[in-house]
């Protein structure tokens, strides 16, 4: 009874986990009232489930044995094998309350000495007496407004990390999230190609490129970007799984009538729909987010794990691909890279400038969260054409609001994640292509949100959460009996 109790628990986790997903994404990307309450409320739930399971059951309760990937039962709060990271985490929170914290004005005259100075000018124009108190954020309100993204992705990567203690858990909410992915694509294009442009039922005022149920063209090519490597290292997956041995190494004379005997070798199309639907979206930084993202999948996947044949296959699949882009609208993003605002950044090079003077005055503790658009036209004279409600570079705009003090764990934390991911990965056996996918899929977007305001969207947070907690946190092989098969797991 308690065995099926805690299956059914675990499901269900797995279930709130994939709503909040799919609601998030398919309903505007989670940018509407509404829909962010909804992906908040079923992410909430998920976490609770999750943490209501660390706290009073065994967390390896099952999963299989101790394998290379696992430090030991209670190896981390997150099944996450890293020292630092939740260091960083709580280092991270720390700063953020800090923000919010209401301290004497001495001690932010201290601390943050062009802050004081702004508040003394806004009280001498309004008329109004100081209290003595003041927090480090230029407005207290918007800070906790804003920190409910923070919130919605710390709740996914723990939620992320416990699903993918077990693999066979891990495989079935990425199957989901590539399901969706591909539905997104397919409600994309469908719009893009037919003229009908509509974002769900309101009208799009731009109608020459695809944005699907998201409004902003940049954020759905993103989330295809994103999962373009993923879904090329699943269909490898599932030919380790068929082909290859129990390390997931594949055959030297594996041949093409041997890939396409069954079902699945069908999975080669869906990289070819992500890539026709960047191409429709026309992302510039979406575009060379995909090139980076299969460029350091096939360097780091082709090693003496997978021979010949899978190289072999790569070339397939680049030529499927590059068939299904002569559809797309090629012209048009190909206009976009020679336009003359490329090498200017589209005016972001200019934003990127005027920052630097707030970065100076507040080098520390930043402005606080959700404050750029309230203190960049003070930095900003010269330009006052161009009001951005986003810095246009996740790092730039993290180091404005959270300064040295906040920015720097949140840095050192992505390390963490990304280098623990790693070790992970190298000893994951048949898993390996999709979380390689995953691996190189999460650095792209990183280098993508050098240009993009990606991480103020939702749904974004939702999956790269969700997919980095996974990564963290992957548990190794299946409990002794259990196939390793993408069919035994809903593939």
């Not at 109004?128 to 923070?150: D, K, N, Q, V």
């Not at 996974?470 to 098969?485: C, E, S, T, Y």
């Amino acid at each position: 009874m308690k065995a099926v109790l805690l299956r059914l628990t675990h499901r269900t986790v797995e279930v709130l986990a994939g709503g909040a997903i799919a609601g998030g994404l398919l309903l505007f990307g989670g940018t509407v009232g509404w829909g962010l309450t909804l992906a908040f409320g079923l992410m909430g739930a998920a976490f609770c489930l999750w943490f209501a399971l660390r706290l009073w059951v065994n967390p390896e309760a099952g999963i299989s044995q101790p394998s290379p990937l696992q430090n030991g039962p209670n190896s981390a709060p997150f099944h996450v094998a890293s020292r630092w990271l939740p260091w960083m985490i709580l280092w991270f929170g720390i700063a953020l309350i800090l923000q919010l914290l209401p301290l004497p004005e001495v001690c932010v005259a201290w601390l943050s000495p062009v802050r004081v100075g702004l508040a003394r000018l806004i009280r001498e124009g309004l008329g109004e007496p100081g209290t003595g108190w003041l927090t480090l954020s230029l407005a207290p309100e918007s800070s906790r407004r804003s920190m409910i993204l923070f919130a919605l992705g710390l709740m996914a990567f723990a939620v992320g990390g416990g699903l993918g203690a077990n693999p066979a858990r891990a495989r079935r909410i990425v199957l989901l999230l590539i399901w969706l992915v591909l539905l997104e694509a397919l409600y994309g294009l469908a719009e893009n190609l037919s003229g009908h442009h509509h974002t769900l039922w309101v009208a799009r005022q731009v109608k020459v490129t695809a944005s699907g149920s998201l409004i902003n063209r940049d954020h759905f090519s993103a989330i295809l970007a994103l999962f373009l490597p993923i879904s090329i290292g699943w269909f490898y997956y599932g030919l380790a799984v068929r082909h290859g041995d129990a390390n997931g190494r594949l055959p030297v004379k594996l041949l093409i009538g041997d890939i396409f005997s069954d079902r699945h070798g069908l999975w080669i199309l869906v990289p070819a729909v992500l890539l026709l639907g960047i191409i429709q979206g026309a992302s510039r930084g979406a575009c060379l987010t995909a090139v980076l993202d299969v460029t350091l999948l096939t360097v780091l996947g082709c090693s003496r794990r997978h021979p010949k044949a899978a190289a072999g296959m790569a070339v397939i699949i680049a030529a499927v691909c590059i068939a299904f882009a002569a559809l797309g609208n090629i012209s048009l993003l190909m206009g976009r890279f020679d336009s003359p605002d490329f090498l200017l950044g589209g005016g972001r090079l200019r934003i990127w400038r005027n920052c630097l003077g707030i970065v100076r005055d507040f080098p520390l503790f930043g402005v606080g969260t959700g404050n750029f658009p309230a203190i960049y036209m003070h930095y900003s004279l010269s330009d006052t054409s161009l009001y951005p409600y986003e810095a246009h570079n996740e790092w730039l705009e993290a180091l404005i609001c959270l300064g040295i003090f906040g920015a720097a764990p949140l840095m050192v934390g992505v390390f963490a994640i990304f280098a623990a991911a790693y070790r992970k990965v190298r000893w994951a056996g048949p898993d390996r292509p999709w979380l390689l996918g995953c691996w190189c899929g999460l650095i792209g977007f990183c280098a993508h949100c050098c240009t993009e305001y990606l991480l103020h969207i939702s749904a974004i947070v939702l999956l790269v959460g969700l997919l980095a907690g996974l990564l963290a946190g992957f548990g190794g092989q299946d409990p002794p009996g259990q196939k390793n098969r993408p069919n035994s797991d809903g593939g």
